[in-house]
């Protein structure tokens, strides 16, 4: 018997090899898994970079901001509290029912809007007049005088409240009571001095300056224009109108007479007139009692303690504190500062 053939089995085919293209793209896309974990790592690392960035800046806007509004807090507190010295410096001193002498001074020019003027002045006589406690009013003087309109202000007021209040005014004068300060010391009931006080000066003046020969020099020519003959009196830059330099001559003399007037009336017939006394002329303190121009040598405490018989003494004047001269002198900073600050509160959150 013959065995049939058996069919042989076919072999496995080998794997087939991978071809360049095929290499290429494998490759290919590692790459771009290996970048893409690149891009990754770099994008985290920006994000975090700037979240740091974000959280740094807010962080230096938070302390600006607190800064801006200490400052402006600042500034508002600095002129609140200027505001509230000066108001408390103007309030007249507590008024006192213990016998005390009352003092108010005159110093330095006497002037609208100085520390002698008229306004300052009254409001202080007018509180050492009203208080109860106050047993007579010493005018401390150390002024070379000012302005006629200013003195004569003054001195009526003290007339006027002697008369209401029945209480007696003393001048003490220390370096200098000339002028209009003397218009003022004569209304008070006695005048002491110390015997090198410069006292008097009797008398008024007008002054100014002319131009005309430097303008001829310079070839400069004064055009004016007026609507009345006398509207450009007493001009510096004009020539010397005769008439008009008679018509001022008479006003300072007529001036003149009411201060001689005041000085008679104040002192009476302890004055010792000499053709001297109104002229102008100045004298020393020692000179000026001999003269009746003063009564008698003593300073502040030697009034007070001697003849009104009241040893303390309690200043009414009203003067500029330290909050005063700092708004004077730094006041336009001071008040920038401020309006500044309260324009920039309000939008605040």
């Not at 016998?99 to 006497?110: D, F, K, M, Q, S």
């Not at 224009?225 to 510096?236: C, R, W």
């Not at 003494?313 to 500029?320: L, P």
Request: aromatic fraction near 6%; include cysteine.
């Amino acid at each position: 018997m013959s065995t049939p053939e058996s069919t042989p089995q076919a072999a496995p085919e080998p794997a087939e090899p991978l071809t360049v293209t095929a290499a290429a793209a494998l490759a290919a896309q590692k790459t771009a898994q290996t970048a893409a974990l690149k891009i990754s790592d770099t994008r985290g690392g920006m994000e975090a970079t700037l979240e740091r960035l974000a959280t740094l800046l807010l962080s230096h806007q938070q302390v600006e901001r607190r800064w801006r509004v200490f400052f402006r807090l600042a500034w508002l507190g600095l002129a609140l509290a200027v505001v509230w010295l000066v108001v408390v410096s103007r309030l007249p001193p507590t008024a006192s029912n213990a016998p005390h002498t009352a003092l108010v001074e005159v110093r330095g020019e006497i002037s609208a809007g100085s520390e002698a003027s008229a306004e300052a002045l009254l409001g202080a006589l007018k509180n050492a007049f009203e208080d109860a406690g106050a047993q007579a009013v010493v005018l401390r003087i150390n002024s070379p005088g000012g302005s006629p309109v200013q003195s004569g202000i003054v001195h009526d007021e003290i007339m006027r409240l002697k008369a209401k209040h029945g209480k007696k005014v003393y001048a003490v004068v220390e370096e200098v009571c000339a002028s209009g300060a003397y218009y003022i010391a004569v209304a008070a009931d006695e005048i002491y001095v110390d015997k090198a006080s410069i006292v008097g000066s009797i008398g008024v003046l007008m002054d100014g300056f002319g131009f005309t020969g430097l303008m001829e020099k310079l070839g400069v020519e004064r055009r004016l224009l007026t609507s009345g003959a006398n509207k450009a009196m007493l001009d510096p830059f004009s020539p010397t109108n005769p008439r008009q330099a008679q018509m001022a001559q008479a006003m300072i003399e007529q001036i003149h007479r009411q201060f001689i007037a005041v000085v008679k009336d104040g002192r009476g017939t302890r004055l010792k007139e000499t053709p001297e006394t109104f002229s102008g002329l100045f004298w020393n303190g020692e000179e000026a009692v001999k003269l009746g121009l003063a009564d008698a040598t003593g300073n502040l405490d030697f009034v007070a303690r001697e003849v009104i018989k009241a040893e303390d003494i309690i200043d009414y004047t009203a003067r500029d504190n330290v909050a005063e001269r700092l708004a004077k002198r730094f006041g336009a900073s001071v008040g920038a500062g401020a309006v500044k600050a309260m324009r920039e509160f309000a939008p605040l959150r």
